[in-house]
Every structure is written in C-alpha cells, then in structure tokens.
C-alpha cells in the first residue's frame, strides 16, 4: 500500500500504529518461532524477524511521507 498511495491512508495509518505497538508487545505472539520447520517436531526461530520486517516497513513509510516538507 505505501508503494502505491500518494499520501498515508487510513489503513497504512492502522498498519503503522500496529507495527509500532508490536515492537513493544511481550508475549507468546511476539515469541512464537517464526521461520519453517516440521510442524509438531521442530521450528526455527529467527530472533531478528520481529525486528527486520517492521523497520523496514516503517523506514518505507517515513521515506515516503514524512520527509516531504
């Protein structure tokens, strides 16, 4: 959406507001193994996932619309 939308959206709003609270979120849903893996017997669990994506979304949306003066 951040690609395609000339300025922030309600739903890129939400998405953003989203991002920022999961970073500070500490529970299960933050700490599950992300990554593949044989469901019932083992998972792999990248420590950097939580991080990686959602910065990169947020340097996307800050590039885009907010260094516009």
């Not at 939400?14 to 017997?41: C, H, N, R, V």
């Not at 990169?56 to 619309?65: E, P, S």
């Amino acid at each position: 959406m951040i690609t395609i939308a000339d300025r922030p959206t309600t739903v890129i709003q939400k998405g953003i507001t989203y991002l920022l609270d999961f970073l500070e979120k500490e529970d299960w849903t933050s700490d599950y193994p992300k990554g593949q893996g044989m469901g019932g017997a083992f998972y792999i669990h990248y420590h950097s996932y939580r991080h990686v994506f959602p910065l990169l979304a947020l340097a996307h949306y800050r590039r885009k619309f907010e260094s516009k003066d």
